[in-house]
């Protein structure tokens, strides 16, 4: 599976938003990772439809939108139209996980699935067919910063062996503390897309381009 890196907007400077897309667009970044929070299912807000409205004219970058909200299927219709590429709903939030699948393929947009790291992967096995993407988060979801859950390892090469198994060409993506550490543990175990915050291209300890021109070719060659 090809490596790909999605940068984390909400690990961005909001003042100067559009100055650190253009930097990773330099920097050679895959997609823009679009955090939308509800307060609910995670303790927190992120994003919204206004930054993505206005966003949306202004670059080409893929939207990588993950929707960690407590009800998904009443907004799918609305990110699809506000420009997303790739829509990812938790699976613990969703009863008829299968139908809401279907709804976002429908509407002509990647899908992807996500998992808490306290959720196991055994129930995803008929699912697969029908994604593009599975979502394992390293952290619980919610807030950025947070040190990296190694325990999900094994869930990540699981995963991994699941999608091979049945002969698909699904892309693994990990969320939480990515960085130069724990992206060779977890491309070993099958991940293919990492998800780049305050561990790496973000962590301000170099230019927004720079780093993400360094991480992305780490994440490819180690």
């Known amino acids: 599976m090809e490596i790909q890196i999605s940068a984390s907007l909400d690990c961005a400077n909001y003042l100067a938003l559009l100055e650190d ?5 330099r920097g050679g ?3 823009l990772h679009i955090d939308i929070m509800d307060g609910v299912f995670v303790p927190n ?10 966003l949306r004219p202004q670059t080409r970058l893929l939207f ?11 907004h799918i219709l609305l990110f699809a139209e506000l420009g997303a590429d790739m829509i990812t709903i938790h699976v613990e939030t969703v009863t008829r996980l299968h139908q809401l699948v279907t709804t976002i393929r ?28 599975v979502l ?7 807030f950025v910063g947070q040190k990296f859950i190694p325990e999900v390892i094994p869930k990540v090469e699981r995963v991994r062996k699941m999608i091979e198994g049945q002969g698909l060409a699904v892309d693994i993506e990990v969320d939480g503390g990515i960085s130069e550490q724990t992206v060779p543990l977890l491309k070993r175990a099958g991940a ?13 300890k170099e230019d927004i381009e720079k780093a993400t021109s360094s991480f992305r070719r780490f994440c490819r060659e180690c």
Not at 45 to 54: D, I, Q, S, V, Y
Request: aromatic residues 6%; charged residues 20%.
């Open 64 to 74: 990588d939108v993950h929707l960690m909200v407590a009800n998904p299927e009443p």
């Open 106 to 133: 429908r509407l002509g947009k990647r899908v992807g699935i996500a998992l808490s790291p306290s959720t196991p992967p055994d129930g995803l096995s008929y699912l697969l067919p029908y994604v593009d993407m």
């Open 29 to 31: 970044v895959d997609m």
């Open 192 to 204: 293919n897309i990492f998800v780049a915050g305050t561990s790496s291209i973000f962590s301000g």
């Open 136 to 142: 394992i988060m390293t952290v619980d979801p919610g």
């Open 45 to 54: 807000f992120a994003l919204g439809t206004n930054l993505m409205r206005k």
């Open 21 to 25: 897309v253009r930097k990773l667009e």
